[in-house]
Every structure is written in structure tokens, then in C-alpha cells.
């Protein structure tokens, strides 16, 4: 197996459309959950959906984490707690990936390379680009906040084996935004545990925040 080197884009999400439907139902990880400690922010169990792959594609996987910046301090990541991006549970019973547009396409015309491989879609609920592996909780407002990201990332890629993963031959891990950060901080970690693809490569989608200087009323300050 081999790690090509990282590749740069500019976020494509819902800039195009497809032809082509990819109806990916919901799998919430409600066992890892319970017996792993992976969990979103609110305690609930993390999700991802999966688009099986079709054709010359059925073996080949695009995995992509979902981006929505990050929260810093514990009150908020509490407001997170009450939204999307820190609970699973409003999350929908399934999605239209084919309707984020770019590498999500169903459309050989728009995602020649991609279009019919397995599609995962890594629901976003950590705060921190799927790298947490706090064991106690922060207590807010009587509220526990969980840290877990990297036990999610670690119970979905574990899920995925059902669905044949750990016998792929090419795979592309992305992300947008803190996705992509998250493709940068991850990529070694998914090579090293598909020790079985030809190709593991990535694909961060505007993962990159360079530190520079700010001034703002004349008062210098570092910003990201």
C-alpha cells in the first residue's frame, strides 16, 4: 500500500448538481457509543452515511468528514451541544449525497473518477476536526460535554468493515474546512489501518489556516 501525497482543493460542496441520486440512509453507532465512549458532544452517538459503490467503483471508497469549524471553551462547546454539529439527534434518517455536488456527484460528467465508489459522508459532532479522546467529561451548566472524536472516527471506520472497507483497493479520505484539517490530521492514521489498499491518498478540501498578523484599531494580535 501506498500514501500519494496530499492534495489541495477549494471547497466544492453544493457548487454543481447531479444527475445521478445517492440515497445514503443514516448509520448511527449507538453500540460504539455504549460500549467504546464514542459520542458526540451531548453524549448521543455519533452517525455517518454510506452510499454503497456500484460497478468498476464497487471496490474503491471516497470518505469524506464533514467540516463546521470548532468550539474552544467549555460554554461553546455547549451551545454546540444544541446543534448538528454536537448531537446526533436530529440528524435525518438518510441523505441525498449526490445533492453536495462535486466528489459527492452521481454524474460521470461532473465526478468522472469517483462517481459510482462507495460514499461515506462522516456526520461532524466533536468540535474538534475528530481528534478528542477525553475519557472524563467537562461539566457545563450541569451538563456533561464529551471530547471524543478520535473514538468516533475510530468506530466509524470499524462500522465500515461490514460494508467490505478493509478490502478496497483505492481510497481518497477528504474533508472540508475543519473536514480537511481533520484529512491532514487523520490521513496516516486511516493509511496505517488499510493495510490492505493499493492506494490511500488524500484530499483536503480548504483544511489549511495559516497563522498571520491582524490589526485591528491599531493593536496588532495573532489570529488563524
Same mark, same amino acid.
Given at each position: 500500500?501506498?500514501?500519494?501525497?496530499?492534495?489541495?482543493?477549494?471547497?466544492?460542496?453544493?457548487?454543481?448538481?447531479?444527475?445521478?441520486?445517492?440515497?445514503?440512509?443514516?448509520?448511527?453507532?449507538?453500540?460504539?457509543?455504549?460500549?467504546?465512549?464514542?459520542?458526540?458532544?451531548? $453524549?448521543?452517538?455519533?452517525?455517518?452515511?454510506?452510499?454503497? $459503490?456500484?460497478?468498476?467503483?464497487?471496490?474503491?471508497?471516497?470518505?469524506?468528514?464533514?467540516?463546521?469549524?470548532?468550539?474552544?471553551?467549555?460554554?461553546?462547546?455547549?451551545?454546540?451541544?444544541?446543534?448538528?454539529? $454536537?448531537?446526533?439527534?436530529?440528524?435525518?434518517?438518510?441523505?441525498?449525497?449526490?445533492?453536495?455536488?462535486?466528489?459527492?456527484?452521481?454524474?460521470?460528467?461532473?465526478?468522472?473518477?469517483?462517481?459510482?465508489?462507495?460514499?461515506?459522508?462522516?456526520?461532524?459532532?466533536?468540535?474538534?476536526?475528530?481528534?478528542?479522546?477525553?475519557?472524563? /467529561?467537562?461539566?457545563?451548566?450541569?451538563?456533561?460535554?464529551?471530547?471524543?472524536?478520535?473514538?468516533?472516527?475510530?468506530?466509524?471506520?470499524?462500522?465500515?468493515?461490514?460494508?467490505?472497507?478493509?478490502?478496497?483497493?483505492?481510497?481518497?479520505?477528504?474533508?472540508?474546512?475543519? $473536514?480537511?484539517?481533520?484529512?491532514?490530521?487523520?490521513?496516516?492514521?486511516?493509511?496505517?489501518? +488499510?493495510?490492505?489498499?493499493?492506494?490511500?491518498?488524500? +484530499? /483536503?478540501?480548504?483544511?489549511?489556516?495559516?497563522?498571520?498578523?491582524?490589526?485591528?484599531?491599531?493593536?496588532?494580535?495573532?489570529?488563524?
Amino acid at each position: 500500500m501506498s500514501t500519494l501525497p496530499l492534495l489541495i482543493a477549494i471547497c466544492l460542496i453544493a457548487s454543481t448538481t447531479s444527475q445521478n441520486t445517492k440515497i445514503a440512509p443514516k448509520q448511527l453507532l449507538s453500540e460504539a457509543a455504549k460500549n467504546e465512549g464514542a459520542v458526540c458532544i451531548d $453524549g448521543s452517538p455519533p452517525a455517518y452515511y454510506y452510499w454503497p $459503490g456500484e460497478g468498476d467503483g464497487a471496490n474503491h471508497w471516497y470518505i469524506h468528514h464533514q467540516g463546521g469549524g470548532w468550539c474552544y471553551d467549555s460554554k461553546a462547546c455547549f451551545s454546540r451541544s444544541k446543534t448538528q454539529l $454536537g448531537s446526533s439527534k436530529n440528524y435525518p434518517d438518510s441523505v441525498d449525497l449526490s445533492k453536495m455536488g462535486g466528489y459527492f456527484s452521481g454524474n460521470p460528467s461532473i465526478n468522472p473518477m469517483m462517481h459510482n465508489w462507495n460514499t461515506v459522508f462522516l456526520r461532524y459532532c466533536d468540535g474538534g476536526s475528530f481528534s478528542g479522546d477525553r475519557e472524563e /467529561p467537562d461539566v457545563y451548566q450541569g451538563s456533561n460535554l464529551f471530547y471524543r472524536g478520535f473514538r468516533v472516527l475510530k468506530a466509524v471506520k470499524k462500522d465500515l468493515e461490514k460494508y467490505g472497507l478493509d478490502n478496497s483497493s483505492n481510497v481518497v479520505i477528504s474533508g472540508c474546512s475543519a $473536514g480537511g484539517l481533520a484529512t491532514y490530521l487523520h490521513l496516516d492514521w486511516w493509511s496505517d489501518n +488499510l493495510p490492505n489498499a493499493n492506494v490511500v491518498v488524500g +484530499l /483536503p478540501d480548504s483544511g489549511f489556516f495559516v497563522e498571520y498578523g491582524k490589526y485591528i484599531n491599531g493593536k496588532g494580535s495573532q489570529v488563524f
